[in-house]
């Protein structure tokens, strides 16, 4: 079995062998640690020089990637919980990203910025945000989230050796011990009832629907662990209630690739989108909006699904009614049909 974890460190060690200009920052990251979710553990021991332990810095350690990345290099930057990416802010948006268009593309800023996001696991409100949306719609900047419907390692390779711009690669806490999902797996129910899709390209979409079904009559879009809630939902609808949806799984939410989402609703006319940052202005937000001016009367009915705009709990009762779940999910299908 292999998890998302054991993909990423295999990505990871991949890289290091592969291109000796990778270069891997961040803190904490040594072994026998290996980091706070043990995706670099074994990487310093193997490539001492090339995984380089840090100060608790977060904008030094950014600041010092974007120089090795502006010198040709390929750094990798571990942030070791999402919420700090704040610290960060200034050298992303600020230089980062704008170096290549501000200097007329005799420079680019090729480094990979991995920061696990999300709740569920206790941690309080200043280690559970997602708070990638402060981020979706500057130029310069691609941000990717990986899920278990495809290759987690596959996507991080990608960004780090194709992409020559920052990558915001979102990892969602909760995902690290989930399996990846294998389609070819036949004692699978929910994979041998489900037909997968991927759209092969740098960052992939992939669109599920149960096999044999009626026409769909709601679409889904999403991305990160709540693929996998949104996954769960479309099946307790389909086998109690006998409503069908597709679900469109994005591993790339900025810049927003739209052409799937229209395929869809042309079919479907009711959009649902769900995430788990806070409702107010986020993705989902910018999903619908952009949704009605490309689709305009195609949408009968939209809605989206996200967490309450309230500081994440330290309660893992209280942080279960603050984020989002399949049984939200559910209601709000029901509440569109």
Not at 160 to 178: G, H, R, S
Not at 193 to 212: E, S
Not at 290 to 302: F, P, T, Y
Request: charged share 20%; net charge negative; proline share 6%.
């Amino acid at each position: 079995m292999i998890t998302v974890l054991n993909s990423l460190n295999r990505a990871l060690h991949t890289a290091l062998e592969t291109d000796n200009r990778v270069f891997i920052l961040g803190e904490d990251i040594l072994d026998p640690y290996g980091g706070a979710f043990k995706v670099t553990q074994g990487l310093s021991s193997a490539y001492p020089d090339r995984v380089l332990t840090t100060p608790v810095s977060e904008a030094g350690i950014f600041g010092v990637a974007t120089g090795m990345a502006l010198r040709g290099l390929r750094p990798v930057v571990e942030i070791m919980f999402g919420d700090f990416v704040t610290l960060v802010a200034d050298q992303l948006i600020n230089h980062a990203a704008k170096f290549r268009f501000m200097y007329n593309d005799q420079v680019s800023v090729p480094l990979v910025v991995r920061v696990p996001m999300g709740g569920r696991r206790g941690y309080g409100p200043t280690h559970s945000q997602s708070l990638e949306k402060l981020f979706i719609g500057i130029p310069g900047i691609r941000i990717l989230a990986p899920c278990t419907f495809s290759d987690p390692g596959q996507l991080l390779l990608d960004a780090i050796f194709q992409d020559d711009d920052p990558v915001l690669y979102i990892e969602n806490k909760i995902q690290y011990a989930k399996p990846l999902l294998n389609p070819g797996k036949q004692d699978d129910f929910t994979l041998n009832n489900i037909d997968i899709q991927h759209k092969l390209d740098y960052a992939p979409t992939t669109i599920l629907r149960i096999r044999d079904a009626p026409e769909p009559i709601a679409t889904f879009v999403t991305y990160g662990y709540m693929a996998e809630l949104s996954l769960q939902a479309a099946l307790q609808l389909a086998y109690q209630d006998e409503i069908f949806v597709e679900l469109i799984v994005f591993t790339q939410i900025a810049p927003l690739q739209m052409q799937p989402i229209i395929d869809s609703v042309n079919r479907t006319n009711k959009l649902l989108v769900i995430e788990e940052g806070t409702y107010t202005l986020g993705w989902g937000a910018e999903v619908l909006a952009r949704s009605v001016e490309l689709l305009s009367g195609k949408i009968l009915s939209a809605s989206r699904v996200a967490s309450s705009d309230n500081p994440i709990p330290a309660s893992l009762t209280l942080e279960s009614a603050v984020l989002p779940n399949v049984g939200d999910i559910v209601q709000a299908v029901k509440k569109m049909v």
